[in-house]
């Protein structure tokens, strides 16, 4: 498996204040990734990075940012939490040096709980 | 962006029994994969398969990129099946479009 962690793996929080979950990984890949995953939605993909410093928005974005100031770590932020935002957060890596981006294989790490009251 | 159905979206198996899920796509697509979230809410790799057939012990894949659509089987289904199955795919860039999921349920 590959080498992701996520940290915290939950959180309780109160609505309008800020919460930061880390993703890490080990294996030296290029991309990483932010997803939600909600009843009834499936996973959506939120932010990714494509390398230190670069990143750009997914499919729901609103509401998030996204930071990578190394290629091990990437960190998403709800600046000031709503109840939409409680959901499970999965972090995701892909881009093996040997392969070409679009036909690599994402591997995901173990996801974050996150409950906003 | 690319749309993703998936069929059924549910399914209670006895175990020993085989399976197919269905995975259908609006375009052509540079990469197709096949996840299992089990029970605890992991996701596991299963396939990378943009065309062909793969095998992995009881699980197998295809993929027909003419006809935009790929097969799960699950042959001799055991418990530990059991989770939800999600295909995924991309015609352009890095972002993946995941399907609705299957929800298995395999009883002893």
């Known amino acids: 498996d590959a080498g992701i962690t996520q940290s915290p793996r939950h959180k309780v929080t109160e609505t309008g204040t800020p919460v930061t979950l880390r993703c890490h990984q080990t294996?030296?890949?290029?991309?990483m990734y932010w997803y939600r995953q909600d009843p009834g939605h499936g996973l959506r993909l939120i932010h990714y990075?494509?390398?230190?410093?670069?990143?750009d928005k997914g499919e729901v974005s609103d509401g998030y940012s996204v930071s990578r100031s190394k290629t091990e770590d990437f960190l998403l932020t709800l600046e000031s939490a709503t109840s939409s935002q409680t959901s499970v957060y999965f972090c995701?890596?892909?881009?093996?040096?040997?392969?070409?981006?679009?036909?690599?294989?994402?591997?995901f790490g173990p996801g974050t709980r996150l409950t906003v009251l | 962006g690319i749309q993703v159905e998936q069929s059924p979206p549910d399914l209670i198996l006895q175990e020993g029994a085989n399976s197919t899920l269905r995975c259908n796509f609006s375009?052509?697509?540079?990469?197709l994969q096949w996840f299992h979230q089990n029970p605890w809410g992991q996701l596991i790799n299963l396939f990378y398969?943009?065309?062909g057939t793969k095998q992995n012990g009881r699980l197998s894949a295809t993929t027909v990129a003419t006809e935009r659509y790929s097969l799960l089987y699950i042959s001799s289904s055991q418990t530990t099946d059991s989770g939800v199955y999600f295909c995924?795919?991309?015609?352009?860039?890095?972002?993946?479009?995941f399907g609705g999921g299957t929800r298995l349920m395999v009883k002893p």
């Open positions: 995701a890596i892909s881009g093996r040096r040997d392969r070409a981006l679009h036909e690599d294989t994402q591997y």
């Open positions: 294996e030296n890949h290029r991309y």
């Open positions: 990075s494509y390398g230190v410093k670069d990143t």
């Open positions: 375009d052509s697509v540079n990469n």
């Open positions: 398969i943009p065309s």
């Open positions: 995924a795919s991309n015609n352009a860039g890095n972002m993946l479009t």
